[in-house]
């Protein structure tokens, strides 16, 4: 029995010697200390056939034997695991004087960066900037606004209807109906946002747009409040230099209607291809509000008037920007949109 023992010790460190790996290791334990078939476990189930006087010293030989070859175990596997985590970190060694990846930054949209400045122009002139859904009702999309039913605007060709009474708003107008349900004049909004028209796609031409509408309505507002107003805009969007002019023109919301132009900033008015020729650009509608309109939101036309107006963010965006082709706003490329934003 004293032989078996020291054999038994002699196999356990060689082949504690070949083990390479936790696993190893772990059948090792299996095959010396387990429970049932373990060899140092059948040297301890064997004592009890020896004689007595023989089971006390070979008892303890066995008992020696297992507590060195939990010892061994023990330190072998703190060795091997501490060898693992030398090598993940190697293997996850990060050379911190290798330049890093730049983070792909993101720019603003042209459009955005246009909204951007008329807001602050307008904001600093004494309005307030106001919002409204884009899927209107006919009564604000249309009813309040001054546009009869059989009015072509109404017209299916010419407007998104998601229902017979619903349909995505065809001008940022609805928010001004909007406010003047909230509020009392006096009071100065501006309402940007995206409109929507049936409209082929095409270099000037888009069925989703930005707009941006205007409203001031206060006691004894006229005509030369509007184009005073309009004038100190362009002046600051684009230039000292830029002059103004009004053409007579037809909305059903406003009387009397006009179109607004600006000279050409870029020639001064002498003619080239941004403003074809011409001298002037168009800018946008605008006009006195209409007293049906001033009415039907519970506004007394004989004490309030005011003006309104509406421009075309896309538009604008292509002069400032030198495009020739506004869909080029909507195509997401990056490579194009990130020149101008920052």
């Not at 000037?204 to 001031?216: D, I, K, R, S, Y």
Request: aromatic letters at 8%; charged letters at 30%; hydrophobic letters at 40%.
């Amino acid at each position: 029995m004293r032989e078996r023992v020291e054999q038994v010790r002699a196999q356990l460190r060689e082949e504690l010697a070949q083990v390479a790996d936790l696993a190893a290791l772990v059948r090792v334990r299996d095959r010396y200390l387990g429970r049932k078939s373990g060899l140092i476990t059948q040297l301890i189930k064997g004592l009890g056939a020896l004689p007595p006087e023989e089971r006390r010293e070979i008892g303890r030989l066995v008992n020696d034997l297992k507590e060195e070859a939990e010892a061994m175990l023990e330190q072998l596997r703190l060795q091997l695991e501490e060898r693992a985590e030398a090598e993940r970190f190697e293997r996850e060694r990060v050379d911190i004087t290798l330049p890093g990846l730049r983070p792909v930054f993101g720019a603003r949209h042209p459009i955005t960066l246009i909204r951007e400045r008329i807001e602050d122009i307008f904001v600093s002139m004494g309005y307030s900037v106001e919002s409204g859904p884009e899927v209107e009702t006919s009564y604000y999309n249309f009813d309040a606004l001054n546009i009869p039913p059989g009015h072509p605007a109404r017209e299916a060709q010419d407007t998104f209807y998601l229902s017979e009474e619903l349909a995505l708003r065809t001008q940022t107008s609805t928010v001004q109906i909007r406010a003047l349900e909230r509020r009392r004049p006096p009071l100065r909004i501006i309402a940007p946002g995206k409109v929507f028209r049936r409209d082929t796609p095409d270099p000037t031409h888009n069925p989703m747009f930005f707009q941006v509408e205007g409203l001031a309505l206060d006691h004894e507002i006229t005509m030369g409040d509007l184009k005073g107003t309009l004038q100190e805009f362009v002046r600051r969007m684009f230039g000292p230099q830029v002059r103004t002019r009004f053409r007579p023109s037809y909305f059903p919301f406003t009387e009397p209607s006009a179109e607004v132009d600006f000279s050409c900033f870029i020639c001064g008015g002498a003619g080239c291809r941004v403003c074809k020729g011409a001298g002037w650009i168009e800018l946008g509608g605008c006009g006195m509000v209409h007293p049906r309109v001033l009415r039907g939101a519970g506004v007394d036309p004989e004490e309030f008037t005011g003006f309104a107006f509406g421009l075309g963010l896309d538009r604008m965006a292509a002069l400032m920007y030198g495009l020739e082709d506004i869909r080029l706003l909507y195509e997401n490329d990056l490579r194009f949109l990130e020149q101008f934003g920052f």
